[in-house]
């Protein structure tokens, strides 16, 4: 199947801080691209939904201004969380896929951040 | 807006033995179907999808899933399970509505095989 990179696997970083995830589709072209957050032993929960060159649509109860995401071409995206606090450590998993109808949706690795 | 339960949130089997991960949705349009696998701080792997067509699905890895719509189901099965097979397994449904198609994932279901 196809690849998606997502890099840092983890990361540390210290309140007050921003840190930056990339999602990279490596062998395709990501018409749309999701990022989720997954809380120790739950589920995923979607966070926004980027398409290339538009803005994301946030899910109700996320923060735009703080879980700020760049989808600016059709192979990157990235989650930017501004001013962190040691509440949004957690895992982080983007997922992309091209604009066909039913088609699958290829997940990063995922990145561990932990806010001290 | 759809929903998804999956009614076990850890399942313990001995290998070889069979398995069946319980799946059930909710939603008032026509949706697709899946079951992903999580390994321990991995992303998610597609095991199986129910699109359209043939209710019985078959996927990686020896696993299949039948699509029962007056049940509103989609339970994963295995005839014979391996050590290897001990992960984390996630029900989801998308709607055939709209370009998006974003998942809606179940709790999951942590199944572990023993020796």
């Known amino acids: 199947g196809a690849v998606v990179s997502q890099h840092p696997s983890w990361v540390i970083c210290k309140s007050g801080t921003s840190v930056k995830i990339e999602c990279r589709s490596l062998?395709?072209?990501?018409?749309?691209m999701f990022w989720y957050r997954q809380f120790p032993k739950q589920s995923l929960m979607l966070m926004a939904t980027s398409n290339e060159g538009s803005k994301a649509t946030y899910e109700q109860g996320v923060e735009k201004d703080k879980f700020l995401i760049n989808h600016a071409s059709l192979t990157l995206s990235t989650l930017t969380v501004t001013s962190a606090h040691p509440e949004d450590s957690s895992f982080y998993i983007c997922?992309?896929?091209?604009?066909?109808?039913?088609?699958?949706?290829?997940f990063g690795q995922g990145t561990r951040l932990t806010v001290v | 807006a759809q929903s998804v339960t999956q009614l076990d949130s850890q399942v313990p089997v001995f290998e070889e033995a069979p398995v069946e991960l319980r799946c059930n949705y909710s939603?008032?349009?026509?949706?697709?179907l899946f079951w992903y696998v999580q390994y321990p701080n991995q992303g998610l792997q597609l095991l199986l999808k129910y699109l359209s067509g043939s209710t019985l699905v078959k996927g990686i890895n020896g696993f299949e899933a039948e699509f029962n719509k007056s049940q509103t189901s989609f339970h994963l099965r295995k005839p014979s399970v391996h050590i290897s097979d001990t992960a984390e397994y996630f029900c989801a449904v998308s709607d055939q509505l709209g370009g998006s198609e974003k998942l809606v994932f179940g709790k999951g279901t942590k199944l572990t095989v023993n020796p």
């Open positions: 062998d395709f072209q990501a018409t749309t």
């Open positions: 939603s008032s349009v026509s949706v697709y």
């Open positions: 997922s992309a896929k091209t604009g066909d109808t039913g088609t699958e949706a290829f």
